[in-house]
């Protein structure tokens, strides 16, 4: 099953793009990524999610380079609001193989 | 109601006490989750009902016993609880089509303290 590892917490402050990496080193060929955000006692809020490549919707970015190794989600111009933990997820066809990370804490600052 | 709902949002229990967890989804998925959120730990996998078949975590306790009637409404009955049970349950849900990728839904949670 493949483990994902992200940054425990970042800063940024309103307006400033923010990139979060996640190293996922042995995910298999039939594998993905999924981002997930989630605010305090709420459940988790789909991103975005992809395959290879370059994802991109009216929420955030998603780059994924050749060896699909690792993934990073880019949130452009943050805001307040986007204080949050954010989750990379490995997922495969099968519903046996979703392990979420312990997340990164996104503190955005005015 | 759209969504996943989840009731009760909070819920407090005795070691000694079986208490129940509702989640709906009404969003015409065909595969329901439960998951276990503990404070400062990732979401743990506990079951997982898609296409009329389950999938669980081997680690999860006998105490722990999910129902999921049809694939709108998934359950998760407790009994003789442990206090590092209590934690948020999130219940969600997802739309399984062979071969493809899916995004879950997930409901608001259920506050569960057990005292």
């Known amino acids: 099953l493949a483990k994902t590892t992200q940054p425990i917490s970042m800063d940024s402050y309103e307006g400033q793009e923010v990139n979060i990496t996640c190293s996922h080193n042995?995910?298999?060929?039939?594998?993905?990524i999924t981002w997930y955000q989630q605010f305090p006692s709420q459940g988790p809020r789909f991103i975005i999610q992809?395959?290879?490549t370059k994802v991109t919707n009216e929420v955030a970015s998603l780059f994924i380079p050749a060896d699909r190794k690792s993934s990073t989600l880019s949130l452009p111009r943050v805001s307040l609001s986007d204080t949050a933990v954010y989750y990379c997820l490995v997922q495969g066809l099968g519903t046996d193989k979703l392990i979420f990370g312990t997340g990164t804490r996104l503190q955005v600052f005015p | 109601e759209t969504g996943v709902t989840q009731t009760p949002r909070h819920l407090v229990m005795g070691m000694t006490n079986k208490k129940s967890l509702k989640c709906e989804q009404h969003l015409g998925h065909n595969a329901m989750y439960w998951y276990k959120q503990s404070a400062k730990k990732p979401l743990e996998l506990m079951f997982v009902?898609?296409?009329?078949?389950?999938?669980e975590n081997n680690s999860v306790p006998s105490r722990f016993s999910p129902e999921c009637p049809n694939s709108s409404h998934l359950f998760l009955h407790l009994h003789t609880l442990q206090p590092e049970d209590s934690a948020l349950y999130l219940c969600?849900?997802?739309?399984?089509?062979?071969?493809?990728?899916?995004?879950?839904?997930f409901g608001p949670g259920t506050r569960l303290t057990v005292t």
């Open positions: 009902y898609s296409l009329e078949e389950r999938v």
């Open positions: 042995n995910i298999a060929t039939n594998d993905y």
């Open positions: 969600a849900s997802s739309q399984q089509l062979a071969g493809d990728m899916y995004e879950q839904y």
């Open positions: 992809g395959y290879k």
